[in-house]
């Protein structure tokens, strides 16, 4: 079992950062896929990121792209979420997930974290 835990949500202004965190622990070497995904009011879970242990390779979803960084820390099994140049359209709950699937980006996964929430404003 793996259990996901984010930490690092809180209130910032348009135009901030702010770092996200995932710890993972648990049966951490099963996973393959971290990823990162958002759920605002009244609209679906969405994908935002995700980064794979095996070569680092990463994917965004086109709204976040340019501002927001995923990134792994595989002695700590650890991964972050770097967003900056926050907007108010990313406000939302953000949730850590990881899958034990090689291949899949945006599907797939099967482990999920509580989520911590982000909130933006002007």
């Known amino acids: 079992q793996v259990q996901l835990v984010e930490s690092g949500g809180g209130l910032v202004q348009t135009g901030g950062s702010l770092r996200l965190s995932c710890a993972a622990s648990?049966?951490?070497?099963?996973?393959?896929?971290m990823g990162w995904f958002r759920q605002a009011p009244g609209k679906e879970r969405e994908f935002v990121a995700a980064?794979?242990?095996?070569?680092?390779?990463?994917y965004y979803a086109d709204s976040v792209k340019g501002r927001f960084a995923i990134s792994g820390d595989n002695a700590k099994r650890t991964v972050y979420l770097q967003m900056n140049s926050l907007k108010r359209e990313d406000t939302a709950v953000y949730y850590c997930?990881?899958?034990?699937?090689?291949?899949?980006?945006?599907?797939?996964?099967?482990?999920w974290g509580q989520g911590t929430q982000v909130t933006v404003s002007s």
């Open positions: 997930a990881a899958s034990d699937r090689r291949f899949g980006w945006t599907t797939g996964y099967n482990y």
């Open positions: 648990g049966r951490t070497f099963s996973t393959y896929t």
């Open positions: 980064f794979r242990w095996s070569g680092g390779s990463t």
